[in-house]
C-alpha cells in the first residue's frame, strides 16, 4: 500500500483559497484512483474530488464543483487540492485517499489508503 502524508491545512475567513498538499510513495505504480474527502464530528465522510491517475478524469460533488480543483504532480508523487471561494460549510477535516481498484469515485468506502487528516476552518 502506499503511503500519505497530508499538509496545507489551515484557517480562512470566507471567500478565501487554501491548496492543500498530498505526498504519497508508491503513487504512480500502486494507485489507480485518488482523492479528498472530508468529515465532521458526528457526520459521514463525504468525497470532494477524485482523479483516476492514468487519464486525469476527475470528479466533484455539486457542493464544491467550480471551486475545488483536484491535481497531480506524477514527478513529485504529490496530489493537490486547490480550494478557492471557501464557505463555513468547508469547514472539516480533510483526508487524502488512495485505492489501487478498477474504479475511481466519491465514494470513501472505495478507498483503502488513507493520510492522517489536515483540519480546513473557515471563518463565517
Same mark, same amino acid.
Given at each position: =500500500?502506499?503511503? /500519505?502524508?497530508? %499538509?496545507? @491545512?489551515?484557517? *480562512?475567513?470566507?471567500? @478565501?483559497?487554501? +491548496?492543500?498538499?498530498?505526498?504519497? %510513495?508508491?503513487?504512480?505504480?500502486?494507485?489507480?484512483?485518488? @482523492? #479528498? !474527502? +472530508? =468529515?465532521?464530528?458526528?457526520?459521514? +465522510?463525504?468525497?470532494?474530488?477524485?482523479?483516476?491517475?492514468?487519464?486525469?478524469?476527475?470528479?466533484?460533488?455539486?457542493?464544491?464543483?467550480?471551486? !475545488?480543483?483536484?491535481? =497531480?504532480?506524477?514527478?513529485?508523487?504529490?496530489?493537490? /487540492? =486547490?480550494?478557492?471561494?471557501?464557505?463555513?460549510?468547508?469547514?472539516?477535516?480533510?483526508?487524502?485517499?488512495?485505492?489501487?481498484?478498477?474504479?475511481?469515485? /466519491? +465514494?470513501?468506502?472505495? !478507498?483503502?489508503? #488513507?493520510?492522517?487528516?489536515?483540519? *480546513?476552518?473557515?471563518?463565517?
Amino acid at each position: =500500500q502506499v503511503h /500519505l502524508v497530508e %499538509s496545507g @491545512g489551515g484557517s *480562512v475567513q470566507a471567500g @478565501g483559497s487554501l +491548496r492543500l498538499s498530498c505526498a504519497a %510513495s508508491g503513487y504512480t505504480y500502486r494507485s489507480t484512483c485518488m @482523492g #479528498w !474527502f +472530508r =468529515q465532521h464530528p458526528g457526520k459521514e +465522510r463525504e468525497g470532494v474530488a477524485v482523479i483516476y491517475i492514468s487519464t486525469g478524469d476527475t470528479a466533484y460533488p455539486d457542493s464544491v464543483k467550480g471551486r !475545488f480543483t483536484i491535481s =497531480q504532480d506524477n514527478a513529485k508523487n504529490t496530489l493537490y /487540492l =486547490q480550494m478557492n471561494g471557501l464557505k463555513p460549510e468547508d469547514t472539516g477535516t480533510y483526508y487524502c485517499a488512495a485505492h489501487s481498484g478498477s474504479w475511481c469515485a /466519491l +465514494r470513501p468506502s472505495e !478507498f483503502n489508503v #488513507w493520510g492522517q487528516g489536515t483540519e *480546513v476552518i473557515v471563518s463565517s
